[in-house]
């Protein structure tokens, strides 16, 4: 599909809906993390599920990423494909087809995945030995998030033991991430939940090394604990992946100071265009459920002071603009920050990247495509 912007072309002509990067806003984030973690012994594998882009992939690796993770082996040929040669998928692989392109995207690349019971490291042994290949397998540990994973301790080694002896595998290491715990608001309940993680992959990786396992990789971490982990002496890669461009939901999370943690800037927005004004309290834009997701909360106008975000439908988004000072006009522009920023991505096609973004002189330095947008298996 065909871009909606050009580059060279001012951000007042780029046509609505369109996702937008403020490549200043970005270029921070991504210092920022890396500044933040410089010299100690856990590095950034940053979650490509947030960005969906082999390209923003290897602008974290620029900045000492080991590579990335994502959810699904689309999402990871998509990165191989981009020119990322390292990609942990951070899920459990089920079904013989996925695992046979798993398999082949590991003659190409360091591919790792993720298992947490025998019958998956059966089917993955089979793949791998249909493909001639060795993959990396790591035992996933439930380290509080309810979700995948056996249980830290002896049935992480049991695990291992059974990986280490299927042809094709080989014992990668530990996935220990707790999910849940990264959008709890106060900042020591978080920490608290976060060091609970990190204890149980402490034993674990305690009980492995006890039965002779190495763990190459202990990884786990996002956005709201990185720096728990990262100061735990037993994590070694950290898979924050929100951060780049942060979104509203985040922004609730609070410091050790009791205000918004703020480390990062918001980069990503939907700019919209008023489509309707029925009233002058009321403006209408064009965008709704299928631009801006809002399983966190609806997107939040930028730079309205006042304005209030209304009902969505699957094309418009209804303002509330009562207390606007500065009502916008039909035809105008309107940034949406997005509640939630990762499905919000994967609802379009193309980055459209800005420098200077809150100037009138905007123009498009850049347009990425969301390489892995639908990849879903």
Known sequence: MKPLAEIGQPLAQVDTPALIVDLDAFETNLKTMADMIAGGPAKLRGHSKTHKSPVIGLKQMELGAVGVCCQKVGEAEAMVEGGVDNVL?????AGA????????????AFVPFCVDHVQGVAQASQAAKRAGVTMDALVEIDVGGGRCGVQPGQAAVDLARIVDAADGLRFGGLQAYHGSVQHVRDHAERHAHAQEAVD?????????????FTCDIVGGAGTGTFQTEAASGIYNELQAGSYVFMDTDYALNLGADGEQAGQFQYALFVQTSVM?????ERVVLDAGHKTCAIDSGPPQPFGLPGAVTGSLSDEHAVLDVTEVNNRPGWGDHVLLIPGHCDPTVNLHDHYICVRSLHTPGAVVEDIWPVAARGALN
Do not use: H
């Open 89 to 93: 998928v951070s899920n459990q692989v």
């Open 97 to 108: 087809s996925k695992l046979d392109r798993l398999a082949d995207l590991n003659r190409r």
């Open 200 to 212: 149980k992959a402490r034993m674990t990786v305690e009980a492995l090394s006890a039965e002779g």
């Open 276 to 280: 309707s004004m029925p009233v002058p």
